[in-house]
């Protein structure tokens, strides 16, 4: 017979990350999908509420950022985020 004491889980939506270990996980998560201008963005958090300033080179890149939501600990995200298409996607 098994028994589980108490565990906390990385999964739990209201974890209380510190604000650097929240933003080292966000950009992780920015990295893992291919978004290309993270390292050039302004990535604030405080109090699980993180905000993106910046430019991004796609609506893609944009919907990205705006998704990090799921990881715990974020509750809100705010965009302040501009979308400038390089040249070879405007022409499209």
Not at 50 to 70: A, M
Request: proline letters at 2%; charged letters at 25%.
């Amino acid at each position: 017979l098994w028994s589980v004491g108490s565990m906390s889980s990385d999964l739990t939506l209201g974890a209380n990350y510190s604000t650097t270990e929240l933003k080292r996980r966000i950009t992780i998560f920015l990295a893992q999908k291919g978004v290309s201008s993270a390292k050039l963005l302004s990535i604030e958090v405080e109090d699980g509420t993180v905000t993106f300033r910046g430019t991004v080179v796609s609506f893609y890149e944009r919907q990205i950022c705006l998704s990090c939501n799921h990881i715990p600990g974020v509750r809100k995200v705010v965009d302040d985020l501009k979308v400038e298409l390089r040249p070879e996607v405007a022409e499209l």
